[in-house]
């Protein structure tokens, strides 16, 4: 089953909110023949979008080819938090892998956050950035552990953008009583997730790179010089970069065999005026939950409910996109049980096992970065710049990743989705009880 096409009308951007709300560029032609260059980057998200800027800028001669339109995949349909830290939590990954390389990794997520805000400022990207993510416990048990999570970032990295938050507080910020507490990070934030990659690619065409759109890499040949055969023509590189994510399928198993697709969904309301909307979010930072599966949401520009949450068991999508966050939603917030749903839509990202970012150096001159575990806005867009510095001789902060243990999926591509449905029912037992 190839996700390129499965679910998705070739060529055309899903029916989202930010879709209908999108700074469209005029479309990139195909690829037309035989190209070279110095570097080819597949896939026209945020990590193929950063790297293509990166490289451009350092000077090289960049080519950048994508299967559907820039922003398409998981760039263009998230929930459009950019995160502190990893998708694993810094405590967690000091058990994991030791302190030192813990930090280091701390210090690279609060990189890849300043890389997204200083993008956003140095090429005027309207993607209604806003600072704050308020991370929500749904059990009472959770709460203690926020609090000294927040306490402990304070102390031991000096994050003092984060502080915990009790019952009574979150409460009133959330026009809730579903959750119990949690932290408030105001380094993080929101923005509209097409947008910003739009806005990338924008960058990345003006500063030389060639675009080339609905241009699908078939295969391609190790050796000095890189040739990737497309279903539009080839394209000769010293360089190959793969930035393809959840849509990898088997083009490289050695990805493939660590990094697996899953698909989320998300809604938007119907505008609710800026009071109930604020009745809803008070401060307008975006919010996520504690279920393992997490529910994630928060206020749209222009006054909306964007809501996200829910999973399938197979990589099909569901005819009735909305239903599994709509059930979502309503649980926190019964008083919108009145409310029209305008938009739907789902979406494929890229879990390891180990929820941390995939580095590979494939081979000499071929390098993959992929599987952030919804937690990619700001990583994609940081592995993008180290991609470009890594090809340019620098390899020192790909390789703290790249240290990184990320096993293999068990069972290899046969047993992937039923393993996928036994460890969400798992998760999703452990989340209701």
Same mark, same amino acid.
């Given at each position: ?224 010089? @890189?040739? #990737? *055969?497309?279903? !539009?023509?080839? +394209? =000769? ?11 990898? %399928? ?34 307008? @930072?975006? #919010? *996520?939950?504690? !279920?393992?599966? +997490? =529910? ?11 809501? %996200? ?44 096992? =180990? ?79």
């Amino acid at each position: 089953m190839n996700l390129l096409d499965v679910n998705d009308r070739a060529g055309e951007y899903p029916p989202s909110y930010y879709a209908a709300t999108a700074n469209f560029l005029p479309p990139y032609l195909p690829l037309a023949g035989d190209v070279a260059c110095d570097v080819c980057v597949v896939g026209g998200g945020y990590t193929g979008l950063s790297a293509a800027l990166h490289l451009a800028q350092r000077g090289y001669d960049v080519t950048l080819i994508d299967a559907q339109r820039v922003g398409w995949g998981a760039s263009g349909r998230n929930g459009g938090q950019v995160g502190s830290g990893q998708r694993v939590a810094q405590d967690t990954l000091e058990g994991m892998l030791g302190k030192p390389h813990a930090r280091a990794l701390w210090e690279l997520a609060q990189a890849a956050k300043a890389r997204v805000k200083a993008l956003i400022a140095e090429h005027a990207i309207a993607c209604d950035w806003k600072d704050g993510i308020l991370h929500a416990d749904l059990k009472p048990r959770f709460v203690p552990h926020s609090l000294a999570f927040a306490e402990m970032l304070n102390r031991d990295y000096g994050y003092g953008e984060i502080r915990g938050i009790e019952r009574a507080e979150i409460c009133e910020m959330l026009g809730t009583k579903a959750y119990y507490g949690g932290t408030l990070d105001m380094g993080s934030g929101h923005l509209h997730a097409l947008n910003y990659a739009l806005g990338l690619a924008r960058a990345a065409a003006k500063a030389g790179v060639r675009i080339f759109e609905r241009t699908r890499m078939l295969s391609h040949s190790d050796g000095k010089t @890189v040739r #990737v *055969a497309t279903d !539009k023509g080839a +394209i =000769n590189a010293k360089f190959l970069i793969l930035g393809c994510n959840g849509y990898m %399928g088997a083009i490289e198993p050695k990805v493939a065999a660590r990094v697996m697709p899953m698909n989320n969904f998300i809604l938007t309301t119907e505008p609710l005026g800026e009071a109930r909307a604020k009745s809803l979010i008070r401060d307008n @930072v975006a #919010v *996520a939950d504690s !279920k393992f599966v +997490i =529910n994630y949401f928060r206020r749209t520009a222009d006054h909306r409910l964007l809501f %996200g949450g829910g999973e399938t068991y197979g990589y099909r999508f569901p005819a009735n996109l909305a239903r599994l966050p709509h059930k979502a939603m309503l649980e926190i917030y019964p008083q919108l049980a009145d409310v029209k749903i305008d938009h739907s839509w789902g979406g494929t990202l890229a879990i390891t096992m =180990n929820r941390l970012p995939n580095f590979q150096r494939l081979a000499g001159n071929v390098f993959n970065a992929s599987g952030y575990s919804g937690h990619g806005i700001a990583m994609a867009t940081l592995a993008g710049e180290i991609l470009a510095e890594t090809v340019a001789g620098s390899a020192e902060r790909f390789d703290i990743f790249e240290k990184i243990p990320t096993p293999r999926f068990p069972g290899g591509p046969a047993f992937r989705s039923p393993l996928l449905v036994l460890a969400m029912i798992w998760f999703r037992l452990r989340d209701a009880f």
